[in-house]
């Protein structure tokens, strides 16, 4: 597994437009703060799709990207109906000038796997698979099942957001960690929600390698700012419990 924590900056119209017209705004900041970014291709018209990465490139050039079309029901806004229509611009993401190092797809949608991940091997660009849950936190038998999915499929990325009901739902996501982020290249899995708020950052000191944050509004149950996280995570080392994380967080 990749030994590098990622702190994974999400991208939309709001961020990218005020970071290119003014190189002092604060959102530069932010961009900085990340170590990737996660280029929200849903927020964006599909006219504008195959130039973002070189744009994001532009501003970030140091940060990592992955791309991602979240559907409404995952959370993101590319109409559910509308799912077909991917396999083509993703090709059209594919084939452009600049290409994120990792694409995002959804764990209901691993039909398109396949043809996805040959033109993306063509690019050298990774495949995360993702799944979000935004009832609970599944249990351990799911998760594995879901950890055997992505396997099957040969794909480096795994990713789980699950919304969090108690003060111990994370813990199955911690003891997932320990059991499967060895196997693959980019690993996260975390909890929304406020009780899932902390395992944003203490899922790295788990194991994890990929955590999300927010730019500007927060777009996801419990997630916190970028700003926020990187103070965090570069205290993480000397921090031993979720109870201290959670204290140090409040003084924000």
């Known amino acids: 597994m990749n030994e590098t924590k990622y702190l994974v900056g999400l991208v939309g119209p709001e961020a990218l437009e005020a970071a290119e017209k003014d190189p002092f705004h604060p959102v530069r900041l932010d961009l900085e703060s990340c170590g990737a970014l996660e280029i929200r291709y849903d927020f964006f018209d599909t006219a504008l799709w195959p130039k973002l990465s070189e744009r994001v490139r532009k501003i970030a050039p140091r940060q990592l990207q992955i791309g991602t079309i979240r559907l409404k029901h995952d959370g993101g806004t590319f109409d559910d109906a509308r799912a077909v229509e ?5 090709k059209d993401i594919l084939n ?3 290409v994120p190092e990792w694409l995002d797809l959804e764990r209901d949608y691993l039909r398109d796997y396949e043809q996805l991940n040959d033109k993306a091997l063509r690019r ?3 495949i995360i698979i993702s799944e979000h849950n935004f009832t609970r936190v599944p249990n351990e038998q799911e998760l594995e ?3 055997k999915d992505v396997q099957r499929f040969k794909a480096g990325g795994l990713k789980i957001a699950a919304m969090s009901n108690s003060e111990s739902d994370c813990d199955r996501l911690y003891k997932f960690i320990k059991k499967q982020a060895k196997n693959f290249k980019m690993f996260a899995a975390f909890g929304m929600g406020e009780t899932g708020k ?3 950052i203490w899922s790295l000191k788990e194991g994890a390698n990929l955590t999300y ?3 500007g509004r927060a777009e996801a149950p419990g997630q916190i700012d970028v700003s926020t996280m990187k103070k ?3 205290q993480l080392d000397s921090i031993n419990s979720e109870f201290e994380l959670l204290a140090f967080l409040s003084r924000f």
């Open 213 to 215: 944050g927010a730019i």
């Open 198 to 200: 902390v395992s944003r």
């Open 124 to 126: 050298k660009v990774g």
């Open 96 to 98: 452009a000038a600049e």
């Open 145 to 147: 099942a879901f950890a």
């Open 232 to 234: 965090a995570l570069d």
């Open 86 to 90: 991917r396999p083509e611009l993703w």
